[in-house]
């Protein structure tokens, strides 16, 4: 998961498809109550989706390929030999699965390696603290760099602060991010990694440390990429641990100057190949586009990506095994992919719609947001589509999922996608763990709730029986 | 906290001196109910004592402590300069809280550091584990070695398994704890680690590599100390995090050898300098012997130490500090030791007994349990002293503290006191939490409660006024 979010609010404040479906409330304060127009009823749910659906809560695919990818394979950066090999895995496990077409895309970028990471408290209160460089930080050399703190409770002090109390020092930017049920306050909290750290280069910061964006208190540190634009030199740039963040906060309380000792080495190592894992279940209707869905098969390196993205990899083909299965070939095609390098900069997003994206999609939609339960959907579908959700509301009302009144298309793999007008479904997880352990040592796969992974697969198979056999046309839509 | 625990349910089961005021249920199955004997009627509470109870309930000292130490001396290993300077800054804290005869008393100590510490699955699926150096673990050398695992599901399997299966090998022992209220599963899990590592030696295993004896599912492992007989010769044997061992449990059923390369590069570096801090609040009868108590003041080298026992000193100080401001000197010296070198041998409190061991000590207690609630107290009194236990439920009740059937005289650093024939008053704290965090990176300030501090302040507090002002002699008792 990365950035998507905060596109997600944007479009949730710009566009909101849904809401004239509910009538403004009929009943002012101190009036008589106005006769509210009679309920629309429900649209009937097709008794072959109800049983996909239920069937699929035993669902026990989903859980062997998040139990496989993450023992068998490990952590997988994207670009490395570790990805390589979790590309030969899963072409290997789709097609022992039985999908058809299954092949590996591949393409170059650029990949960054972490290395060593200390960091010291040197005066007043002499320690260490845990932390992990960002993606695409800079390196402090192997004999790091000593300077005094420059303290910022959040990023809107870092932001309103000159050059000159910045200048030569190691910035710290703090926060106070919560646990959301939508993962707002990921895209809330997250600038301060996001472009922190380059706003601390432009005002001639020595490095930055900033605490990380995250929910928990362990002493795990929780990485994640940042960008420099071209022309700003890369400075050292790492995420401390929640209780070391707090401990700062705590000396800074005391008035005394902190100095700190950092060191960072990583480094830039080139062009190197990374790819999408592609399989299919076909359709019977090659005009009526491709259902695409997916998750992304890389994961940062401080642990197996079990929740990213293990399990969205995982969710989407266990439903769509679900279909291949089911014993009646779909009208559309549904593409499944296992998307490389999202992580750090979406370049199997980006190389999918280079390559694919002259080709008719009826709809894109990605799970990258964990293993909790789906809690909400919502739908960016043409006119005429609208039939279709719907079908979806009164499908998935059992499993406890209600409709939003937001866009959907979200997931950084399938961005480059809906850009060229591909309409969305958003199966919405709940995010108040997510947080706790996005992008740290501890995405493993005990955090992957079995009940609940089965309850994304039910969500998830029963939306590919709605969309991929609707008689609807599903044509472009315009994003908001 | 070490392997007191094991003696504690020694002790249990050896001995139960309360159980006597307990009659067997009056009502077998099936038969009319039989009048019990009337209750005898608690023992009166001294307003006094209530009052130094409730106000104790709003105690900010001990807080100020635990936050203090953990913040401006951060870890406090045992015989290392970071271990002098929290001598030095509690000898100026007891003093700034105006306790009398405040004083450092030092001795000499063996001292282990830890190294580097990786380790890596080779084959079949190549990746990195989380692990932690046991204390005294070997080295094997900045090369490390490689060698395939032997993988036994509990210290059962291995203690029952031939040398030949284990020879050259790394060992694996995996353990399945649970949190205990009373903490007595750590005894049963422990011995995984106090002794696993001496007998894998024996057996020729090249390594060991045990689960953490930890509850929590974090990629923080457990560290403690071990121990190698005279003449064995200290193998490289570390903990891995719970994570990471389920990790390899899940390797070990596919059934192909597992090839691990383990770097653990820890160093003994000869004797170094200890040393215990003593405070008093002064008695007005000498004669009536010494109320003995405290925690351990160094800490694991992974975290700042704030539940093991930043906590326990804090809470025993800020009870003797309600003591000494209350107004009214104690009939006897309260005795506060925050003692050093606990965690790697508890060097402190054999250094204690060594040097006081002739005085006249009325009881020993000790706080080395985390900062969590207190539930039970249990105490070995003498004879003529067992009003006291009385008075102390009618004391302790109203903060939901209960009276146990066992023995007292818990704390590895009281132990060589408690020896000599000195009373016990255990004050038990729920251990449900405890192991969560146990010698982790995980131990710091945010793991205490506030409010639970408090209520370990008002016990202890309770405790000390009851017992110092008790006017029966409490004199040697046999231990069981």
New interface residues.
């Given amino acids: 998961m990365k950035c998507i979010l905060l596109a997600a609010s944007a479009a949730a404040a710009l566009s909101a498809p849904a809401a004239a479906q509910t009538p403004p409330s009929p009943s002012p304060a101190g009036q008589p109550a106005v006769t509210r127009p009679a309920p629309t009823p429900p649209a009937p749910v097709d008794p072959r989706v109800a049983a996909l659906r239920d069937a699929a809560l035993k669902d026990e695919v989903g859980y062997d390929i998040v ?1 496989g990818l993450t ?5 997988r950066l994207a670009g490395t030999e ?1 990805e390589a ?1 979790a590309r030969a895995w899963g072409a290997a496990k789709l097609k022992a699965l039985g999908f058809k077409n299954v092949r590996i895309e591949t393409y170059q970028m650029p990949v960054w390696v972490r290395g060593a990471e200390e960091a010291e408290i040197v005066s ?5 603290l ?1 932390l992990a460089a960002l993606g695409n930080s800079g390196s402090t050399g192997a004999q790091g760099l000593t300077a005094d703190l420059a303290v910022f409770p959040s990023m809107t002090e870092f932001v309103n602060a000159p050059a000159v109390a910045v200048r030569g020092k190691i910035v710290y930017i703090g926060n106070s991010m919560q646990p959301t049920q939508d993962g707002s306050s990921y895209g809330a909290n997250g600038p301060a990694r996001f472009t922190g750290p380059a706003m601390a280069a432009a005002k001639g910061a020595a490095a930055i440390v900033i605490r990380s964006i995250g929910t928990d ?4 540190p929780h990485t994640g990429v940042t960008n420099f634009p071209a022309g700003t030199a890369a400075i050292p740039a790492a995420a401390l641990a ?2 070391d963040a ?2 700062i906060e ?2 800074a309380k ?1 008035g005394k100057p902190i100095r700190m000792h950092l060191v960072l080495t990583p480094q830039q190592t080139g062009s190197h190949e990374s790819g999408n894992v592609i399989a299919e279940v076909p359709g019977s209707d090659p005009g009526a586009g491709i259902v695409l869905i997916g998750g992304h098969l890389d994961s940062w390196d401080l ?2 990506g079990a929740i990213d993205d293990a399990s969205g990899v995982a969710i989407t083909t266990a439903a769509a095994k679900r279909i291949l299965d089911s014993g009646k070939r779909p009208r559309r095609t549904i593409r499944v992919v296992w998307f490389g390098a999202e992580e750090v900069g979406g370049f199997g997003g980006e190389d999918y719609a280079k390559k694919h994206g002259t080709e008719r999609h009826a709809i894109a939609a990605e799970s990258d947001f964990g293993a909790d339960r789906v809690w909400r959907f919502e739908t960016t579908l043409p006119a005429g589509a609208k039939p279709i959700s719907d079908r979806l509301a009164s499908a998935l009302a059992p499993l406890g999922i209600v409709r939003g009144t937001g866009g959907a298309g979200d997931g950084s793999d399938i961005e480059a996608t809906i850009k060229t007008g591909v309409a969305g479904v958003d199966l919405n997880q709940s995010g108040l763990r997510y947080f706790d352990v996005h992008h740290t ?2 995405d ?3 955090r992957v709730d079995p009940a609940q992974l089965q309850q994304n697969v039910a969500a998830w198979a029963t939306m590919l029986a709605v969309v991929a056999d609707a008689p609807e046309e599903i044509g472009s839509v315009t994003r908001p």
Same sequence: chains 1, 2.
């Fill in positions: 139990e023992t068998e394979v490990g952590q570790a090999r007043p209160f002499p320690q260490k845990k208190t362990h002493r795990l929640v209780p707090e401990q705590r000396m005391r642990a197996t040592p501890d493993t796969l005990d």
